[in-house]
């Protein structure tokens, strides 16, 4: 076991943005998919809930245990890699840098990914991770099998051909229907993204966004409240050549702007309010474009060494830039005084039951505020536009939703919950988070 004293009280947990903390009553870090069979056995018969933890990079109380926690630290590695069917398999605690690492040495690639690599392959799946996309989708619509261990201690292989139910619902289950031991991702031929950032006016990227979202593959912007501004980034692929980043200019950009003087910036912007707006605008007026092409792990992620926390609601692609505006408009007329830019990013319908964009071609817009920063106005007032829109909540940031809403904003929720039951009746993987999103 791993940090479990004589006592058998395991340490306290908290999550990366320091938000959420529990207590479970033990903990484990099993190196095998037989471990984890045993663990959870031994769990039900002593009457503990379990739950899995990653990172920690989600900012609900998803995955806060209050029975068993299982680290999968020692599940980590790549099981195969099948060239036949394109397809790598992973164990479930594997980070996404890894994956991709090697992925890269391989010649391959994942399709899209979100803009970090610090998660498990696990926990970006469960949660809903995602990036930015015209028509290739989030971690969870690339999967092609799963293996977890349901509440009964069995060992079950998931995928179209088996168990397609429970497959259907895995791809994304918030850690409710088991433990995923095991994650296998469609892959493809690795190629060349050519990325192109440059700084635009607010009012023209929302006039403009569905031919920006419709010319590009890849579309996302950042706007900076109590400014005009906004940094928009268009990856597309390319034929190459390579021409990354130069390592000190990639640098400068990447640690020193948008770390370093950042975290500067947030502290600075927290114990003195009002210096945030002259702070926004600064930084606003000091984007500069630029242009790089080189492998998609590279172009699609960067270090988020600036801790904060965020909401995410994803809207109807139709209704996106309404609710912009806004939110826009409720900054400009409140006291608030917001020093992180709001993130705006797209996914294609897909037909995972909970995913965010089930059913729908979905724009998430996300908020954030540096930790620390009383959030809970701002998010509440975002939260109140982005619900009237029929906006469904990233499963793994801030929100006050419950089952009775999200049950309205999800059409397939009465099937992910009959398929709970089915494999989880006890709940044994449950937690009070759990029982206010999906209900007893």
Known sequence: MSGVGESGTARIWRNWAGNVTARPVREISPASADEVVDA??????????????????????????DGLLIRPDLLTGIRRVDRAAMTVTVESGTPLKRLNTVLAREGLSLANMGDIMAQTAAGAISTGTHGTGRESASLSAQITEVELVAADGSLLTCSP?????????????????????????????????????????????????????????HFEFFWFPHTGHCATKRNNRSAGPAEPPGAIADWVERELVSNGLFQVASSLGRAVPATVPALARLAGRALTARSYTDIPYKVFTSPRRVRFVEMEYALPRAAAMTALREVRAMIERSPLKIGFPVEVRTAPADDIPL?????????YIAVHLYRGTPHRAYFTAVERIMTAHGGRPHWGKLHTRDAE????????????????????PERRFGNDHLRRVLGD
Do not use: C, Q, W
């Not at 959870?40 to 245990?65: K, Q």
């Not at 809403?405 to 989880?424: C, H, M, Q, T």
């Open 405 to 424: 809403y999200l049950a309205g904003v999800y059409p397939k929720f009465g099937e992910f919950l009959s398929v709970r039951d089915r494999i989880d």
């Open 161 to 217: 051909g088996e168990n397609p139910e429970i497959f259907a619902a895995a791809r994304l289950g918030l850690g409710a229907l088991g433990v995923i031991t095991a994650v296998t991702f469609a892959v493809e031929p690795l190629f060349l993204l050519r990325a192109r950032e440059e700084p635009m006016p607010f009012d023209r990227v929302a006039a403009e966004f569905e031919a920006l979202h419709t010319e590009n593959e």
């Open 355 to 363: 995913s965010t964009a089930y059913g729908r071609d979905s724009v």
């Open 40 to 65: 959870v056995r031994r769990a039900a018969e002593d009457g503990l809930r379990v739950r899995t933890v990653g990172t920690g990079h989600s900012f609900t109380a998803l995955a806060a245990a």
